[in-house]
C-alpha cells in the first residue's frame, strides 16, 4: 500500500455536509451545547484485554461558524457510535468545571510540589474537601424569608 500523509483539517474540508451529525452534548451556563459532529474510523482494530478497540477521528464544529473545530482521536469500543463519542467527548466540560471549583475553593492548584508524598497529601485532603462542599451544598434548601439557610439532615 502506498500511504500518504494528509493534515486533518484538510481531511475534514473533504466531508460532505450531510455527514455532519447535530447533538447536544449535555447543559451549560447558557444552554443546552450543541455542536455537529463528524467521525471515522481508521486502522486495524487495537487488542485489548476488556475487548477489541478502534481507532477514530472525532471532529466537532460550531453550529453558527463551522470554521471553528475542534478535533480528537479516539479509541473506542468496535460497537461505538458517533453520538457515544460525542457524549465523552461532552464530559470534558465536567470535569474541567470540577477542577476548576477544586482550584477556586480548596486549593487544589496551591501547593509547591517538593516531594510525592507531600503533593499526593495535599491532593487527597483537597479532593476530600470539595467532596465534603459537594455533599454540604447537595444538602441545602432555599433561603428562608429571612435570608437564613435551612439545612437538610
Known amino acids: 500500500m502506498n500511504f ?12 460532505p455536509d450531510e455527514q455532519w451529525q447535530t447533538h447536544s452534548i449535555g447543559e451549560g451556563a447558557k444552554g443546552s451545547r450543541v455542536y455537529q459532529w463528524a467521525g471515522g474510523k481508521f486502522g486495524d482494530p487495537i487488542e485489548h484485554e476488556r475487548g477489541d478497540l478502534q481507532n477514530w477521528l472525532l471532529v466537532r464544529r460550531n453550529v453558527e461558524q463551522p470554521t471553528q473545530r475542534a ?13 457515544d463519542l460525542a457524549m465523552a467527548a461532552g464530559q470534558r466540560w465536567a470535569i474541567e468545571t470540577c477542577f476548576q471549583t477544586a482550584k477556586q475553593e480548596v486549593g487544589l492548584d496551591a501547593y509547591e510540589v517538593r516531594s510525592w508524598t507531600g503533593w ?3 491532593v487527597t485532603l483537597s479532593m476530600l474537601a470539595l467532596a465534603f462542599l459537594s ?14 439557610l435551612i439545612w437538610s439532615r
Do not use: M
Open 71 to 83: 478535533y480528537y482521536f479516539c479509541a473506542a469500543p468496535l460497537d461505538a457510535t458517533l453520538q
Open 4 to 15: 500518504q500523509r494528509q493534515r486533518v483539517d484538510a481531511i475534514i474540508d473533504d466531508v
Open 120 to 122: 499526593h497529601r495535599h
Open 135 to 148: 455533599v454540604v451544598r447537595s444538602q441545602v434548601h432555599q433561603p428562608t424569608e429571612k435570608g437564613a
